[in-house]
């Protein structure tokens, strides 16, 4: 079994669609959740980090942690064109260890 | 907003050379990561820096692969004897290095893409 497993879609909605994106793990050390965005051919940029189970919300963005299911999402809200990227879930188990990552999930929003 | 940088861009070498690639991390970052990214797979971790010393390090990172901190701005990555199989993207990353929240991120570089022919 992978240590991150995450359905690489690739995903297309409409604009103003909710948008969910799904990991699970099997590794109980993983204490740090992340979602990175990634647009073609550039680096991985920070969209949200939680280290406890439940949900966070920053804007349009609500990450959540179950970690008894060993699942994390991110959910997207009235979702924009410029939304369209690869999105990668990432997860360690110590605050400066590694990042293991999904394999990314390809989204397009059109208009 | 500070961010981490990475030259070159892009690297085309050929079998069995070495390549150096650079990377300026954060300025007050105290933790530095590289990682790679084969075309249409995963995000790899290949080690991790603190200290001037390597903390961690993954199967890939054999000994063909090296890293340095030469002064306190660049961190480096060295491939001694470059394979068809390094062609890769690869990342840096940096991290603040104290505890508490957001602080852990690690902020990674545009890339470098590698092309061993």
Known sequence: QKEVEQDPGPLSVPEGAIVSLNCTYSNSAFQYFMWYRQYSRKGPELLMYTYSSGNKEDGRFTAQVDKSSKYISLFIRDSQPSDSATYLCAMKGTSYGKLTFGQGTILTVHP | ?117
């Open chain 2, 1 to 117: 907003e500070p961010e981490v940088t990475q030259t070159p861009s892009h690297q085309v070498t050929q079998m069995g050379q070495e390549v150096i690639l650079r990377c300026v991390p954060i300025s007050n970052h105290l933790y530095f990561y590289w990682y790679r990214q084969i075309l249409g797979q995963k995000v790899e971790f290949l080690v991790s820096f603190y200290n001037n010393e390597i903390s961690e390090k993954s199967e890939i990172f054999d000994d063909q692969f090296s890293v340095e901190r030469p002064d306190g701005s660049n961190f480096t990555l060295k491939i001694r004897s470059t394979k068809l199989e390094d062609s890769a993207m690869y990342f840096c990353a940096s991290s603040k290095g104290t505890s508490g929240g957001a602080q852990e991120t690690q902020y990674f570089g545009p890339g470098t893409r590698l092309l061993v022919l």
